[in-house]
């Protein structure tokens, strides 16, 4: 689990990473730290905390409870989605500020919140190919 938040720091930190999640937003308005939460993919265990509900990254006090409370809610709608769906992407509903940013990878379900919805996702598929959980 450690190499899961090494490597999300690791990628965080990446200048070229940020400038492409950056790109079309104000200097003022970057992004560079979020939350993560791992399960474990598997939607018939009694056991459904998270393996992993950390902060990566410097938070904004004011982002703190939010990103949170959205990396969970992302990866356990897709935890609870069949299993032919991959993303919370294809589950999103932006009314109901249930967005992108989750995927199955593995036997993990990984999740971010903190940059943008693309940039999340993004974020989570770096982390699943350097870690080789896909």
Sequence with gaps: MQEIINTTSEILSSQEFLESVNKNRAPD?????????????NPESKDQSPLILQAVGLVPQNK???????????AFRLLNSPTH??????????EKDQTG??????DYILSFSGLTEAGDEQLMRLVAEKCKLA
Aim: hydrophobic share 30%.
């Design 101 to 106: 940013g989750a995927i199955r990878a593995g």
């Design 64 to 74: 703190k409870e939010r990103w949170m409370n959205m990396s969970q809610e992302k």
């Design 29 to 41: 308005q970057h992004r560079s730290s979020g939350f993560l939460c791992v399960l474990k993919n």
């Design 85 to 94: 769906i991959m993303t919370s992407f294809e589950t999103r509903n932006p």
